[in-house]
Nanobody, 127 residues
Framework: QVQLVESGGGLVQAGYPLRLSCAAS????????MAWFRQAPGKEREFVAG????????YYQDSVKGRFTISRDNAKNMVYLQMNSLKPEDTAVYSC????????????????????WGQGTQVTVSS
């Protein structure tokens, strides 16, 4: 079992930054991949960014490349999402997810490949 708890969401004006944190506990030694997904009202859940637990390889959705940065701190079992130059269209509930199995590059965007999810944190960007 892995428990994931997100924090850092809130209301921010467009153009300003925000950093999300995801604290992992439990069977963290078995994690292969962690990711951030988001879901806006009336829209499907979408992949935002992901990181391989054993390396620094990162992946991003095209719309956030150059603005968002995912990072991890293995010693603290933390994953972060630094979000810069936020836009109103970034408004959503952001959730972190963990996979205890290897995830192929082509599958990282598929939510069903992840075994554990946090409760989510709301990010609202005003114009």
């Amino acid at each position: 079992q892995v428990q994931l708890v997100e924090s850092g969401g809130g209301l921010v004006q467009a153009g300003y930054p925000l950093r999300l944190s995801c604290a992992a506990s439990g069977r963290t030694f078995g994690m292969f991949f962690m990711a951030w997904f988001r879901q806006a009202p009336g829209k499907e859940r979408e992949f935002v960014a992901g990181i391989r637990w054993s390396s620094d390889r990162t992946y991003y959705q095209d719309s956030v490349k150059g603005r968002f940065t995912i990072s991890r701190d293995n010693a603290k079992n933390m994953v972060y999402l630094q979000m810069n130059s936020l836009k109103p269209e970034d408004t959503a509930v952001y959730s972190c997810a963990a996979s205890l199995s290897p995830v192929g590059t082509g599958d990282i965007v598929n939510y069903y490949k992840y075994d554990y999810w946090g409760q989510g944190t709301q990010v609202t960007v005003s114009s």
